[in-house]
């Protein structure tokens, strides 16, 4: 895989890091070495360390006691434990925002839609993953509230991780067929029922999430 260097090389580096965890290239429990990834992207420690800094940030990557760095474990409840905290931050967003929808926003809505079923097809799902993270963060956007916003795009990484670990399993239904049906009671004016219904996304999720293996409970310290 080529390492193209965006604006800045801590950037480059979060990036891909992030999508090596992602993707499950860098498996759970994995030791993070600054050099040993310097000299991989050829770049300096330096935006390594501050790549790493916010992937720690993000709940990626975890510090056990002795300051060895690691692949976060995804285990069942950590997987439960976030999904619970992003209904919470979604479904709160999602109330906020609706009254302050343009037509603009209705139109990236379903191009948002349409690019999570065109991804999935084509397998592709970090951007399946993407996309309907994009979705949810249109309408929060539209809430105006910023601490909000930035508590979500907190989790965002460990949500894609989560759909990506899921991408072969039943689960992906739960968010197509949750965000086609709140799409459609959104343009037809039932808000009360569309957020009902983008609240449902999330138990179904849940629900079908306890059917994927995930890793020991952490025991690293």
Not at 162 to 179: F, H, M
């Amino acid at each position: 895989m080529s390492f193209a260097v965006p604006p800045t090389r801590r950037e480059a580096a979060l990036r891909h890091l992030r999508d090596e965890i992602i993707t499950g290239q860098l498996k759970s429990g994995t030791v993070l070495k600054d050099a040993e990834i310097a000299a991989r992207l050829s770049i300096s420690i330096t935006p390594v360390r501050e790549a790493i800094a916010q992937l720690i940030a993000e709940g990626l990557v975890v510090v056990a006691t002795n300051r060895t760095r690691y692949v976060a474990r995804l285990t069942l409840k950590s997987a439960f434990d976030l999904i619970d905290v992003m209904c919470v931050l979604a479904c709160a967003g999602f109330e906020w925002g609706i009254p302050h929808l343009t037509d603009a926003d209705m139109q990236q809505l379903r191009l948002r839609l349409e690019q999570l079923v065109e991804n999935l097809r084509e397998g592709n799902v970090t951007a399946a993953a993407g996309a309907g993270t994009d979705f949810s963060s249109i309408i929060i956007l539209a809430s105006g509230n910023e601490e909000l916003q930035a508590y979500f795009d907190m989790a965002v990484a460990r949500t894609v991780r989560l759909l990506a670990l899921t991408a072969e399993s039943e689960s992906w239904q739960a968010w197509v067929a949750g965000y086609t049906e709140t799409l459609q009671l959104l343009e037809h004016g039932d808000h009360a029922g569309a957020i009902k219904r983008y609240r449902q996304i999330y138990k179904d999720f849940r629900a079908l999430v306890g059917t994927v293996p995930f890793d020991e409970p952490d025991s690293a310290s």
